[in-house]
DNA sequence: TGTCCGCTCTTTTTT
DNA sequence: AGAGCGGACA
């Protein structure tokens, strides 16, 4: 039992408890996955339970390998057990018993991409206005209503009475119609038909309450109702649950989860034994102060406080840059400085808000010669060429998959277009037939229009080849004859341009993958290799071992962990982003997030912020983050901002529109005032060099905090001089320009 | 039917 | 700013 030892007292505690509902709150970087993974060991090797009957459920694939990998270390490789994620888990049920709930074993998994493309035939279907009901919008209500358990007829019932209830309503029917009708799921029917398949079928969740003796859920503050309906419904039996959460971290309300699961697990299983997680093994102490001093501003948070016995190490440092590119710039170079000695590349991350904040970093990384990986943003499955070629391939699973052989019938060009299609629909639905049907019946295809007719033969006949035989080739084999026979390919090349070239390239690179899931399995089915690839997300890609800084959104770097950490874009609406001003609880799942991001870091943490910010294409003044506020500014290292070129202390008082400092600078040297009240300018603009050519002025002859005017804006500050760049800031109007074409604007 | 252009619209997070 | 859509044209 030595491995044990390692582990402080609440870990060990928690990993020898043996029966009954166990609650462990676990702080940020306490060992949560070390204590869970050790239990795992614990119960396998001193209570002799068999690996056969612990299930482990986590919410991304690199949890759930992560945890197999250390439980491997703990207890000897090849652990036939089941450490996987909610939706493989329910999946791999499903797999087994979906013909006891009406669907066939082949059912294939639509993802949000499909799930779109279907919402989107039903509105055109029902005449919808897709202005008014936006598929994105439908579907957070449909998928909201799957995680509620709220069936099409159910939310008929009590939405009915207005226009918009009974048009949501049909869409919810319709869409779910679709989905039967082509033998499919979403992500989201992946835990719905499960608990259903256990609440209708006793046979079934006996066999796995008997199976499940020990279940352990990790991340459970993230858990929804019907992955919390799933977990209870087979831990009613044994009643040995496990769960594994902080409530500091849940991140994902917006996605259902919800954090009373964990709030009130007390009180749902009965004789809950609660260990609390505070010794933090991963920060130092002024990072973990400062999180904290964040995250102290949510209300009904169990209360915890996390301590270390790290150094204090150094303060939190703050950088107000005067745009997104200087932010961008000011992180390089402190990547470039820092990364002599200790650290390398790998050891930085960059973690925003939203993923659109990438690129500007991705710039200034590329300019000093910074290897860097983005993470996130599109995924890789969601290029056209993939998404393309998995359709071909979901139709050789699945004939009746309508949603990919619509997506392929014209992909390659084959002549048939958008009427053609309506018509085949039609009549496939007066037959009562999947598309694919349709065009076996050799009447139907010599209907098509001529040119049509031999193209579709062939596919056709190339994709019922493969579907007979699908079982006996191998999944790499029925890529590649797939890619020629259709003549994908061949078009792709034929394109001759360099996008095609990227996307031949990608189909190659997509082949390896086929190959490296081949190699760890010979025996992978289509199925197999479909479903795998249907449940990944572009975090699971993640190589800790390339030495390349690291690029992606605070959302997916819950777990991670980075000597140095960034968090650019400190301002009000964009974090806290301004749609969570008006959601109730909004501002304090961004702060749970900002408490998320700020403890990933080890050693040093970094927060900047941008005076300007342009970002979807408008550029505004922004005001500092209200977190930033919060913080706790004993902790915040203001001597390290770096210095530019300061306003020599103007104030803008009596400056005509009363707008004032954008709040807390730890500089201070900003030239605003603090504490006065911020009036954001209506609209900036940029006035293009090319505009005014005046050679009248030169740029040495203006100075911040100077008085100008001009004829159009009126009266204006000068509120930065960079070379030849001035920044004008105007009563509603902010503009940027360069010394030359100052014409317009005179000293006053 | 296919292509191209210009217009508008959207801006969070993802299994 | 960029994608994605729709309309006009070949």
Redesign the pocket.
Known sequence: MDYLNKLNPQQREAAIHKEGPLLILAGAGSGKTSTMTHRIAYLIKEEGISPYHILAVT???KAAKEMRDRVEDLIGAGVNMWIL????ACLRILRTYAERIGYSKDFVVY??TDQKVVI?NCIKEQNVD??KY?P?YVLSII?DCKEKGISPAKFGQENGDDFKGKTVHGLYAAYENVLKKNNAMD??DLILRTVQLFEKDDEVLAYYQDRFRYIMVDEYQDTNYMQYRFIKLMAEAHNNICVVGDDDQC??Q??GADIKNILDFEKDFKNTKVIKLEQNYRSHGNILEAAHSVIENNKGRKHKKLWTDKEEGEKVKYYRAEDEKDEARYIAQEIDRLRTGELKYKDFAILY????QS?TFEEALSARDIPYRV???I?YYDRKEIKDIMAYMRLVQNTADDLSLARII?EP?????????EKLRTLASVRNESLFQLLTDEEIVDGL?SK?VESIKEMVATIEQYSLEKENLRVSDIYDGLLVKTGYLKSLEQQDTVEAEGRVENLLEFKSVIYDYENENPQLSLSEFMERIA??????NHDADENAVVL??M??AKGLEFPVVFIPGMEDGLFP?W??LE?PG?ID??RR?CYVGMTRAMQKLYLTSAQLR?????TDYTKESQFLKELDKSLVDGDAIYQKKSMSGTSLNGFPGNYRNPGWSQGGNDGFNSGEIFRPFDQLKYIKENQRTSQSSKGGDYQNGDKVSHSKFGEGLVISVDGSTITIAFDSVGVKKLAKDLAPIKKI
């Open positions: 919410f991304t694939n994620t909610f939706h493989s993802d949000p989107k897709e202005k936006p994105a998928s992500f989201d991140i994902y917006w996605r808000r939203t993923n659109a690129r993470l996130g943003g995924r014209n060009k084959r002549g048939i277009g958008e009427k053609t299609l229009p049509a449940l990944i997300a572009e975090i699971d992606m959104t959302h997916s982003g749609r969570s959601k909004g799942e961004e997030l342009t970002l979807y294409g408008k």
